[in-house]
């Protein structure tokens, strides 16, 4: 809930829309083309509906969450799948919720409501977010008798409007055509038939339950009112009339309190009735006749990342091994001119990848490059190591390929001839050919590298800046144009810089001020918003570095973002066959003036972290970062994301610190959620972008990270990934 405070605390420089190119290693640049933003959006909707459902989806509740009209039920969706649900009230409630299947039993949902007239005697509507945990304890047996069983936590980190807890069973009876729950209710789903807490024979702190203390209350997880209070019971069931058809009958313990005192709601009876209709494998329409009186729209649909819809991919087929010929031989000599550089870079280019240098020892040659058009590192590197077969003089028997990112070395593969050309059709080829090539880290080895002409990159682009949650207009936006350009004057050193000229927006029209007792790092951002005249976004000197085996450097001077500029130090040790990974990191930081120009406030500050990253399986990772922030805070930030094979991401964080819940203001504590789509995902075309967006429900000056690109940790992960063998089945692709 939003009463007070800036909606600054929604635009946050991590709060939006990007489109990522990984152009020599380019980290995601945040000044998106918002037609293409769009483009991808509705593409992703569509690749949605042909995507074809591996398992069977059960059908989501009017919270979001697997279950019946209201009322949850045990299953759970299947590993991974994504859903988006949305439905209106005729009382005039709206919710929508985005359900991700964490594991095969954890589920986490956010929510975003809207109740009309619901504050302050119904002149003030609520827009309400809030967070879900459930865990399934126990799968259903089809075999026997058992159900699954789960319990769940409702609401339970937002304005507790939703708040409840609850424990249910399911159980799939006449040939699955008939699903029934049981459950028992607390909390809001605890308050209409109820009964003393069957848990208070444990203790008798379970007989009631806290109440909430308003907005001091929002953001923090109570857990003293867990399972506390009056208890009810709820019964649920499904019947799947025919392969499209659901019908829902329910018997709510939900009394509807609040929206009864406050919203004059009509609650005649528990019992809710609904109906599901599928729409193909993925979509799903409902209508329901919630407690006698009021009807509710809903619809849903669900996808799963592991699942693309073009799984294979429609790259061009790849350039089959070569063993040189006599033309290639009496073309490069000793080593290899000008025409002959030329010649194995344009074949290189075509295969989506550049060519950085090339040596020859003997006969040994040593390659280097960079992968400027694969999402699959070994997919560019199996790319390459034909290329370098069919144009390589027939004397050379090893390819050693050095492979870069950013201008920093990072790996080196190596294959023989005789390598190439038995393991080109090999039943198990391309586990084969990562032993074989046995990937090892490149710093300190001898340079190859050409020294490259003065490399000068522009565009000129299109623009989307939106800004989420503001209480009095929840979707803001800007639109105008952008002009970008990146030049690299010596080998390592990159200079860039991005320049907006806002055309139309009314982010800068919101009025709400910071009531923040913090350095306002953050929650006077939409100040900067309100300038239309031409603004710089960045401008930046980046240097990158390989101190030494399994250090990577960077160091950074300028402008980072909107915000903020100074100084950046970066340090990574990341053993390439290790599943971890320790950083540290080191900002001065000065706050610029807000017309977006060279000038600074008074405020600065020495801001910096250790970070630990772990790769823990099945596609998580694990990322701790501990340090200071830029409102002269100390304390940590914890973020998990899983990432499919595919590079789909899906993740969380949450943030720390030394400052009290009270003088961080609403919402306790900076939180968000993590959402990355690669664009070859959708199109099934080899491409290096993609759309990320970070749903941060609100935030404060509390916890607040400098923005800084080309972290190293990112910058590097999908090449030392690769070096570890990730995706070494597309290799020969």
Same mark, same amino acid.
């Given at each position: 809930m939003w009463l007070y405070g800036p909606p600054a605390y929604v635009v946050s420089p991590v709060s939006k829309f990007c489109f990522q190119k990984n152009y020599n290693g380019a980290a995601c640049v945040p000044l998106a083309s918002w037609t293409r933003m769009a483009a991808l959006g509705l593409s992703l909707l569509l690749a949605a509906a042909k995507a074809r459902a591996e398992d069977t989806v059960p059908g989501l509740s009017l919270y979001g969450v697997p279950g019946h009209v209201e009322m949850p039920s045990a299953e759970a969706l299947p590993d991974g799948t994504l859903a988006v649900s949305l439905n209106h009230h005729a009382g005039g409630v709206i919710r929508s919720n985005l359900v991700f299947q964490i594991t095969p039993r954890i589920t986490g949902v956010f929510r975003y409501s809207y109740f009309e007239d619901y504050l302050s005697g119904g002149r003030l509507s609520l827009y309400d977010r809030s967070f879900d945990f459930r865990y399934q304890i126990m799968a259903e047996d089809p075999d026997s008798w058992r159900p699954s069983l789960a319990f769940g936590l409702q609401d339970f980190g937002g304005t507790g409007v939703f708040g409840a807890e609850y424990l249910v069973a399911s159980k799939h009876l006449a040939d699955d055509r008939l699903l029934v729950s049981a459950g028992l209710g607390w909390g809001r789903f605890g308050s209409y038939?109820?009964?003393?807490?069957?848990?208070?024979?444990?203790?008798?702190?379970?007989?009631?339950?806290? @109440?909430?203390?308003?907005?001091?209350?929002? #953001?923090? $997880?109570? *857990?003293?009112?867990?399972?506390?209070?009056?208890?009810?019971?709820?019964?649920?069931?499904?019947?799947?009339?025919?392969?499209?058809?659901?019908?829902?009958?329910?018997?709510?313990?939900?009394?509807?309190?609040?929206?009864?005192?406050?919203?004059?709601?009509?609650?005649?009876?528990? $019992?809710?009735?609904?109906? =599901?209709?599928?729409?193909?494998?993925?979509?799903?329409?409902?209508?329901?006749?919630?407690?006698?009186?009021?009807?509710?729209?809903?619809?849903?649909?669900?996808?799963?990342?592991?699942r693309p819809p073009a799984p294979s991919g429609h790259e061009a087929a790849p350039p089959a091994i070569g063993r040189g010929s006599a033309a290639a031989a009496a073309s490069w000599g000793p080593q290899p001119d000008a025409a002959a550089q030329d010649s194995?870079?344009?074949?290189?280019?075509?295969?989506?990848?550049?060519? &950085? %240098?090339?040596? $020859?020892?003997?006969?040994?040659?040593?390659?280097?490059?960079?992968?400027?058009?694969?999402?699959?590192?070994?997919?560019?590197?199996?790319?390459?190591?034909?290329?370098?077969?069919?144009?390589?003089?027939?004397?050379?028997?090893? $390819?050693?390929?050095?492979?870069?990112?950013?201008?920093?070395?990072?790996?080196?593969?190596?294959?023989?001839?005789?390598?190439?050309?038995?393991?080109?059709?090999?039943?198990?080829?391309?586990? +084969?050919?990562?032993?074989?090539?046995?990937? +090892?880290?490149?710093? %300190?080895?001898?340079?190859?590298?050409?020294?490259?002409?003065?490399?000068?990159?522009?565009?000129?682009?299109?623009? #989307? +800046?939106?800004?989420?949650?503001?209480?009095?207009?929840?979707?803001?936006?800007?639109?105008?144009?952008?002009?970008?350009?990146?030049?690299?004057?010596?080998?390592?050193?990159?200079?860039?810089?991005?320049?907006? +000229? =806002?055309?139309? @927006?009314?982010? #800068?029209?919101?009025?709400?001020?910071?009531?923040? *007792?913090?350095?306002? *790092?953050?929650?006077?951002?939409?100040?900067?918003?309100?300038? &239309?005249d031409p603004a710089i976004s960045w401008l930046t000197a980046e240097y990158f570095g390989r101190p030494g085996s399994n250090l990577y450097s960077r160091a950074t001077v300028g402008l980072f973002e909107q915000m903020f500029g100074g100084v950046s130090g970066e340090l990574l040790w990341a053993p390439v066959d290790r599943p971890y990974a320790l950083g540290v990191e080191l900002n001065y930081a000065a706050q610029r003036d807000v017309d977006g120009l060279f000038g600074f406030q008074d405020y600065e500050v020495l801001t910096g972290h250790v970070s630990g990253y772990l790769e823990m399986g099945n596609g998580f990772t694990g990322q701790l970062d501990v340090g200071r922030y830029l409102a002269g805070d100390w304390g940590g930030t914890l973020t998990v994301i899983r990432r499919f094979g595919n590079g789909f991401e899906v993740g969380g964080f949450m943030t720390l610190t030394d400052v009290s819940f009270d003088d961080f203001g609403e919402g306790a504590f900076d939180k968000g959620i993590i959402l990355n789509v690669p664009l070859n995902w959708v199109i099934g075309m080899p491409a290096q972008r993609e759309a990320g967006l970070v749903i941060r429900p609100i935030q404060r000056d509390g916890g607040a990270r400098l923005s800084v690109r080309n972290r190293l940790y990112e910058l590097t992960r999908d090449e030392r990934n690769a070096a570890s063998g990730a995706r070494w089945g597309r290799f020969w692709r």
């Open positions: 038939g109820s009964f003393r807490n069957p848990l208070a024979v444990l203790s008798d702190r379970f007989e009631e339950r806290p @109440g909430r203390e308003g907005m001091s209350d929002t #953001g923090k $997880i109570k *857990v003293d009112r867990f399972f506390r209070g009056d208890a009810a019971a709820f019964l649920a069931l499904d019947w799947r009339a025919t392969e499209k058809l659901t019908l829902s009958l329910e018997y709510s313990s939900d009394a509807m309190t609040a929206e009864v005192e406050r919203m004059d709601f009509d609650h005649r009876t528990p $019992i809710n009735i609904g109906l =599901k209709y599928r729409l193909g494998d993925t979509g799903t329409l409902g209508a329901s006749l919630l407690y006698g009186s009021t009807l509710a729209l809903s619809f849903s649909s669900t996808l799963n990342p592991a194995l870079a344009a074949a290189l280019k075509a295969q989506g990848v550049t060519l &950085d %240098g090339v040596m $020859i020892e003997g006969d040994t040659a040593v390659v280097a490059i960079t992968n400027t058009g694969w999402p699959v590192t070994a997919q560019a590197w199996g790319r390459s190591f034909r290329v370098l077969s069919r144009t390589l003089p027939p004397e050379i028997r090893e $390819i050693r390929l050095r492979s870069h990112i950013r201008d920093l070395p990072v790996s080196e593969m190596r294959l023989s001839r005789e390598d190439l050309e038995t393991l080109e059709y090999a039943p198990d080829g391309a586990w +084969q050919a990562y032993v074989r090539a046995n990937p +090892q880290d490149a710093a %300190g080895l001898p340079d190859p590298r050409m020294n490259r002409e003065d490399r000068l990159s522009w565009g000129l682009s299109p623009y #989307g +800046q939106p800004a989420f949650f503001d209480p009095d207009s929840p979707l803001r936006l800007d639109v105008g144009a952008q002009l970008t350009a990146e030049w690299m004057p010596v080998r390592g050193l990159y200079i860039s810089g991005g320049v907006r +000229q =806002k055309l139309a @927006g009314n982010i #800068g029209d919101a009025s709400r001020r910071s009531d923040s *007792v913090l350095p306002h *790092v953050r929650s006077d951002l939409y100040l900067y918003y309100q300038n &239309d």
